[in-house]
């Protein structure tokens, strides 16, 4: 699977530690054994690795050889070289991380990489994100609910480039500004549920940020989604179809487009152009057809972008449950966690997106196989994330 990624040569890839390097130590000066960031690299390599758990994340240590853990900055004591950093070490320091710097700096890294991706595309095209909410089941505890975070996600390659911690689903809105105010967004396309859509924040994404969005309407809205339901589009042809059949399962896709720049029928959503309307068509094996149908609107006009296009963002915007969601869940076991303390189950959630944004940036189709290729050649970890064999740590 390794080979899927490329040459993986010293050099070609940004340094994480840089990165790292921003977040605060929130431990006193006396008694620290181990850097701070030589925990937090240790976790990120762990990750690319496959880790699940914090446990995980200290095996990852225990197994590493003397020059994995040097370039880390576990530094070598007088006596002999120090074990690495134990489970309950590492669980007490994540826990009490300032969890909106880490976040800061793994996106950060993430971003970057996705734009020396972007810009070593041979086509350019508009570049997709997504804002989507998630919540880490597993670290409800003693009667509170699992921490839930909102992230930006950016379509292709799937990379979280922003992410923060909100409380609860419900209030996933009023923190939809400050999540993507640090971003550069001019021309991009910023996909998002229903939820989102309040219309001072749809106006200062579009007039401050000089971003185009799609809002996926769904039946929570039952105003604009009826507005949507009844616009004339028996009368329109269809404007692109696409069918793909994997996995025993087959698939077919249309789209229609309105123009509703004058209000047509009623719709008065900020600075909308076009309404969309998205039909599929599923048959498994051995089951009835299934038929749904979704309503969207844009502030694209259609000179701006295609009906495929369109159909594309917004399959792509469904695709993060798949594409990022669904290996945190699957491959990382993150639902199964049951790390609830402190800021650490923020932190491994974004030790996990740092895992699969670096790998999917470097073409990995497969995470679990990636990551499982990778644990059996540690050293390719440090590779991936930009982490010299031969640099040595002197920090206190």
Not at 108 to 113: P, S
Request: proline share 4%; with cysteine; aromatic share 4%.
């Amino acid at each position: 699977m390794l080979e899927n990624l490329g040459p993986l040569d010293e050099g070609r890839f940004a340094d994480l530690r840089v990165h790292l390097g921003a977040v605060p130590d929130p431990r006193s000066r006396h008694g620290r054994w181990y850097p701070l960031t030589a925990i937090l690299l240790m976790c990120a390599c762990a990750a690319v690795s496959g880790a699940r758990s914090i446990e995980e994340v200290a095996e990852f240590g225990q197994r590493a050889c003397r020059s994995v853990l040097a370039a880390l900055g576990v530094r070598r004591h007088l006596l002999g070289w120090r074990r690495s950093p134990s489970a309950v070490t590492i669980g007490r320091v994540l826990a009490a991380l300032d969890g909106d710097a880490l976040d800061r700096a793994v996106s950060a890294y993430l971003a970057g990489q996705h734009r020396a991706a972007e810009s070593a595309a041979t086509a350019p095209s508009h570049r997709v994100i997504a804002v989507d909410g998630k919540t880490l089941k597993g670290s409800a505890h003693s009667g509170a609910p699992g921490r839930h975070l909102l992230s930006a996600v950016t379509h292709a390659p799937v990379a979280t480039i922003a992410q923060v911690e909100v409380g609860s689903k419900t209030n996933e809105t009023r923190h939809f500004r400050p999540l993507l105010a640090p971003l550069e967004l001019a021309g991009t396309i910023v996909t998002f549920d229903a939820l989102h859509s309040v219309k001072a924040t749809i106006t200062w994404l579009v007039m401050a940020k000089k971003a185009h969005y799609i809002a996926v309407i769904k039946t929570n809205q039952p105003t604009t989604h009826r507005q949507l339901a009844a616009l004339p589009w028996n009368a329109i042809p269809v404007q692109h179809t696409a069918s793909t059949a994997a996995h025993g399962r087959r698939e077919s896709r249309s789209i229609k487009t309105c123009a509703i720049a004058d209000n047509l029928g009623g719709i008065n959503f900020p600075h909308a152009r076009l309404a969309l309307r998205l039909h599929c068509r599923r048959r498994s094996a051995g089951q009835r057809e299934t038929r749904t149908t979704v309503y969207a609107v844009t502030s694209l006009d259609a000179h701006q972008a295609s009906p495929a296009g369109l159909a594309n963002a917004i399959r792509g915007h469904w695709g993060i449950e798949n594409s990022s969601h669904n290996i945190r869940d699957v491959t990382f076991a993150e639902d199964a966690s049951r790390v609830h303390t402190g800021t650490a189950p923020r932190a491994m959630a974004a030790f996990r997106n740092l895992a699969t944004g670096a790998l999917k940036i470097l073409g990995a189709d497969n995470i679990a196989k990636t990551t499982r290729a990778i644990r059996d050649e540690p050293t390719r970890a440090l590779t991936i994330l930009g982490i010299s064999n031969t640099h040595t740590n002197q920090g206190t």
